[in-house]
């Protein structure tokens, strides 16, 4: 990683993690840097993103547009808290959930050993995953309605019944129709 000309100051700070000895950091990108790591500790104590611009505008005298890049720069470099929190407390809820399945294996208890597994497939996302070859209405239970003439009906439902049907005796108009070639016949 090289540091050019024109690089943010983002750009400087995380060549600076990366390689602290080649690349170090300016005074004021120092500052920068702190407070970004300022913003990432008040984002793990649960502060929203008001409470930090009220904050850094009162204390530090920063613009509300710089607090706001702040915040930004800060979730780029350690990443957003708040989804991470979320997804910290579904892993925690998972972890329950397999307890709870692991009782009731031991218990015995068939009902609720259902229940934990449900829990298990809908918050650990199985439930949520889209197959994209699933076709939900290939299941579902449709009525066929398929209209003949009188004369094909008594046919079929004679051959249905067991005996055999005589389909040259019935009145049958020839329609005319045209050939469609298909993609391989015209490589030809």
């Avoid at 710089?66 to 579904?90: C, P, T």
């Avoid at 597994?117 to 650990?124: S, T």
Wanted: net charge negative.
């Amino acid at each position: 990683m090289l540091i050019k000309r024109g690089d943010s100051t983002l750009d400087k700070i995380i060549a600076y993690y990366i390689n602290p000895e080649h690349f170090p950091l300016s005074e004021t990108n120092a500052d920068i840097l702190l407070r970004l790591n300022e913003v990432f500790a008040l984002r793990l104590n649960h502060f929203s993103t008001q409470q930090i611009l009220n904050k850094f505008v009162k204390e530090k005298g920063l613009s509300q547009a710089q607090v706001y890049i702040d915040i930004r720069n800060s979730e780029k470099l350690f990443g957003n808290v708040m989804k991470a929190d979320a997804e910290g407390s579904r892993v925690i809820w998972l972890e329950y959930c397999r307890d709870f399945l692991k009782r009731c294996i031991q218990e015995g208890d068939r009902s609720n050993e259902a229940k934990a597994i449900k829990m298990l497939a809908e918050y650990g996302g199985l439930a949520n995953e889209e197959n994209p070859n699933f076709n939900p209405e290939k299941f579902e239970n449709m009525e066929i309605h398929v209209n003949v003439d009188k004369q094909v009906q008594s046919k079929l439902l004679e051959m249905l019944s067991g005996g055999s049907a005589d389909f040259n005796n019935l009145n049958v108009t020839d329609i005319d129709y045209e050939e469609l070639k298909t993609d391989e016949d015209d490589d030809q």
